[in-house]
């Protein structure tokens, strides 16, 4: 999956999904109910339902947080952010979903928002950053 950043340097509204990696710490059933499809869509199938969602990207368990922050996160830095233009990154999902280790990561991995302050913190016009 290739993603373009001239996608969030024109759009002010981009939607991503992921499919979170395994994790044996809380003991979830191993079968996946939802794939990725054209890097785009999650197609979710549970018994005879099966539903499908598109996004602007879609990423599935094999994408770690440093792909998904050179694809989604560090375009909207560029383009909008270190621009002065106010943005959000918002996670969102049930309970088990992924959203902290996205956001935040865990040993050994950093998520979205630590690398997004190291890399704000290394570019020589951002001064200071003001978070609320």
């Known amino acids: 999956l290739e993603v373009s950043n001239d ?11 992921r499919i979170r990696p395994y994790n044996p710490a809380i ?13 785009t869509s999650i197609v979710n199938a549970d ?7 598109n996004f602007t990207a879609a990423y599935d368990m094999q994408h770690s947080n440093d792909y ?5 996160m560090k375009p909207l830095l560029d383009f909008k952010i270190l621009q002065g233009i106010t943005s959000i990154f918002m996670v969102y999902g049930q309970s ?3 959203k902290s280790f996205t956001l935040v990561g865990e040993n050994g991995y950093l998520g979205l928002l630590p690398m997004s302050l ?3 913190l ?3 016009n951002v001064e200071n950053i003001h978070i609320s």
């Open 47 to 53: 018994g005879d339902m099966e539903g499908t969602y």
């Open 27 to 39: 003991n979830e059933d191993r079968r996946v109910t939802a794939r990725c499809v054209d890097g």
């Open 68 to 72: 998904v922050f050179e694809n989604a």
């Open 96 to 98: 088990g979903s992924g």
């Open 7 to 17: 996608m969030t340097e024109t759009q002010n509204v981009a939607t991503y999904a």
């Open 118 to 120: 190291q890399y704000l």
């Open 122 to 124: 290394s570019k020589e």
